[in-house]
């Protein structure tokens, strides 16, 4: 837990958190205010549980959410928060314990579905149902589907190219510069 709560460790979860709030909030436009919006607010919260681990990810994505709607002038909804915290886990978990850190296109690609795929399809439709009232859970995750589809495609190209092009080059060195051997 030491190491999670490192100095660089913090610095770079406050800015992922930020710049999640400012794709979903600001950049983010909804289709039906009640249960879709597209935005590409996840990816900061993969990019978390891959570079920092699952705890890191699931705080982003847990801290992003709440403060993300306290900014936006809505109440927060836990359930609805329980599901950028699952990306960020799920995220964090896949990349330390099943793939051991060694990723590649395919690997993040897969983290990404399948992240997504839980947190947001899944249990974020279920947590709409419960919010808005909505009287099918079926109904609603069929409807939000081919949106999903096409954001976890865009959330996917967009976290695999970001990984590939800063981890090793910033973000690692940026990471060990205040790691203590």
Same mark, same amino acid.
């Given at each position: 837990m030491k190491k999670t709560l490192a100095l660089r460790n913090l610095i770079?979860?406050?800015?992922?958190?930020?710049?999640?709030? *400012?794709? =979903? /909030? #600001? !950049?983010g436009f909804y289709i039906d205010p009640? =249960?879709? /919006? *597209? =935005? %590409?607010e996840c990816v900061p919260m993969m990019l978390a549980g891959i570079w920092l681990g699952p705890v890191c990810g699931m705080i982003v994505g847990g801290a992003a959410d709440i403060l993300g709607s306290l900014l936006s002038g809505y109440g927060? %909804?836990?359930p609805l928060t329980a599901g950028p915290m699952l990306i960020g886990l799920i995220s964090g978990l896949m990349a330390k314990y099943l793939f051991?850190?060694? !990723?590649?296109?395919?690997?993040?690609?897969?983290?990404?579905?399948? =992240?997504? %795929?839980i947190g947001s399809l899944i249990v974020g439709t279920f947590a709409l149902k419960l919010y808005s009232g909505a009287e099918s859970y079926f109904a609603l995750f069929i409807m939000r589907l081919p949106f999903k589809a096409i954001i976890i495609t865009g959330d996917t190209f967009i976290v695999s190219l970001v990984h590939?092009? !800063? #981890?090793?080059?910033?973000v690692k060195s940026f990471l060990k510069v205040g790691a203590r051997t």
């Open positions: 770079l979860m406050a800015l992922l958190i930020a710049v999640s709030i *400012i794709l =979903s /909030r #600001y !950049l009640n =249960s879709l /919006r *597209i =935005s %590409f927060c %909804f836990l051991k850190g060694n !990723l590649n296109v395919l690997k993040t690609i897969l983290i990404c579905v399948v =992240s997504e %795929f590939k092009l !800063l #981890y090793e080059k910033a």
